[in-house]
Nanobody, 115 residues
Framework: AQVVESGGGLVQTGGSLRLSCTAS????????MAWFRQGPGKEREFVAS????????YYADSVKGRFTISRDIAKNTVYLQMNNLRLEDTAVYYC?????????WGQGTQVTVST
């Protein structure tokens, strides 16, 4: 199984970005998909998840109301729409596919928010 992130970049505070994560080699609708991030000098932290069983979504408090996770089953892709970006959102963002049996991580995509 493989997941590949894209869509990172440099954006000013208050701006928006949409990250994509495309999965292959797995049955996409049997995996919960999640985004994590790791900022400079920080530990990796949970950002958002989309549960495959019922479509429930969960968010870290720090991104609630600004980020939206969604899934396109036809494209085997999960998205993270990030609005009103802040300096503290600067991080490498990682996609994670999780099932009852295994998990796969992507290589990450860099998001840098500047003034």
């Amino acid at each position: 199984a493989q997941v590949v992130e894209s869509g990172g970049g440099l954006v000013q505070t208050g701006g928006s970005l949409r990250l994509s994560c495309t999965a292959s080699g797995l049955t996409f609708n049997q995996y919960t998909m999640a985004w994590f991030r790791q900022g400079p000098g920080k530990e990796r932290e949970f950002v958002a998840s989309h549960v495959h069983k019922d479509g429930s979504t969960y968010y870290a408090d720090s991104v609630k109301g600004r980020f939206t996770i969604s899934r396109d089953i036809a494209k085997n892709t999960v998205y993270l729409q990030m609005n009103n970006l802040r300096l503290e959102d600067t991080a490498v963002y990682y996609c994670n596919a999780i099932s009852d049996y295994d998990t796969s991580w992507g290589q990450g995509t860099q998001v840098t928010v500047s003034t």
